[in-house]
């Protein structure tokens, strides 16, 4: 039996065997009560693992491929409903891409809906519910304390300068110290509520070709006035238009928190380069620098919220401690992954890798198809 792949927007829409018998249609009643469940939806063909209806998220997931089933665990949980006819349920874990640490942790419910055996697929991204509530036990015990400190400074500043009310060099020096400090908190909070943005989003869910030559051309002049200030050299070195699938302003936020961070650990008059290639099927975005590098012990956790490898110097730079834990989290949600490399004396090299985009990925094997 041959089943005719029709489009899967259409409420009227329908498979068939050739007209060898008559065609099975999907009612505009069953379309609509599956989008107004709060999951993503599949339904598959009676007799084969066809797909006859997808919600749009499906593609989020990587679980089809040419309008079938491609997960081994959901074909398992389809062909025991057939058997039985009982309702499955299952929680499954997937990558959120082919590289990286992220992860979908996915509640899928798998039943029949009619007599003439469709199978309805519903799943719950039960993932976010679980991340956010461990984030945010974790983020309230570690923003508690770093608020402290230029709360704490402020306080103190303002007594010195009640008690300095007749001397005016010190009230210019203390309310210097303030401004500071104000500087220092705007900053941090204003990082805290990127963060918490973007623990409160998928940027794959409803994610959009981007070229990442554009974001970082973006980042770049975000963080130009303060490299002119340190006579830093910028060099970006791209391929041309690499696209990836996701947010374009988490994307130029992570590449502007790493030129940010090799900024404040580089000698004035030195350079910092950004490469954009393709390695391996994927996007590599590197930053490197000049700068006196991370030791070994600090490599492992510098990637954690509000860590320092240098508190001084972060307090001299104004860093609040987030910025590399705002780039994981963005290249997590992007499926990609995170590293470094760093010698101490000798600078260091972020690197980022993100699946490429389908499109762009498939022209890419074609221009080296064609150069082989």
């Known amino acids: 039996m041959r089943w005719r792949w029709q489009n899967r927007h259409d409420p009227n829409w329908e498979v068939s065997d050739n007209s060898e018998t008559p065609a099975l249609q999907i009612s505009n009643q069953l379309v609509a009560l599956l989008n107004a469940i709060d999951a993503e939806s599949i339904v598959i063909a009676p007799r084969s693992d066809s797909i006859i209806f997808a919600s749009p998220g499906i593609s989020t997931f990587n679980l089809t491929r040419d309008q079938r089933l491609q997960n081994n665990e959901l074909m398992n949980l389809v062909r025991a409903v057939r058997r039985s006819g009982n309702k499955q349920e299952a929680t499954i874990e997937l990558p959120r891409g082919p590289i990286g640490a992220g992860t979908h942790e996915l509640l899928v419910t798998v039943l029949r809906i009619s007599d003439d055996g469709l199978i309805a697929i519903l799943i719950f991204d039960d993932s976010e519910i679980r991340r956010l509530d461990a984030i945010r036990r974790d983020f309230v015990a570690n923003i508690s304390h770093e608020l402290k ?58 994610g959009q070709e981007i070229d990442v030559s554009t974001c970082v051309l973006e980042a770049i002049e975000q963080s130009r006035p303060k490299a002119d200030s340190r006579r830093i050299n910028m060099v970006f070195d791209s391929i041309k238009s690499p696209m990836i699938i996701g947010d374009s302003k988490q994307i130029t936020l992570a590449v502007n928190n790493l030129i940010e961070n090799a900024i404040n650990y580089s000698p004035d008059s030195t350079r910092v380069a950004i490469t954009l290639k393709i390695s391996d099927g994927l996007l590599e975005l590197s930053v490197s620098d000049q700068g006196i590098g991370i030791p070994q012990k600090d490599l492992e956790r510098i990637f954690e919220r509000f860590y320092r490898v240098d508190p001084a110097r972060s307090r001299l730079t104004g860093g609040t401690g987030l910025g590399l834990s705002i780039v994981k989290h963005i290249v997590n949600n992007h499926g990609g992954d995170l590293s470094v490399w760093s010698v101490e004396g000798a600078g260091s090299t972020f690197t980022i890798r993100f699946p490429l985009a389908p499109n762009f990925e498939s022209a890419s094997a074609d221009v080296a198809n064609e150069k082989s």
Do not use: C, W, Y
């Open 149 to 206: 400190t230029p709360i704490g400074a402020l306080s103190i500043l303002s007594e010195a300068v009640l008690d300095a009310s007749d001397d005016p060099v010190a009230i210019t020096n203390f309310a210097s110290k303030m401004q500071k400090e104000a500087r220092r908190l705007t900053d941090l909070v204003q990082e805290i509520i990127d963060l918490s943005r973007l623990q409160d989003e998928d940027p794959l869910k409803n």
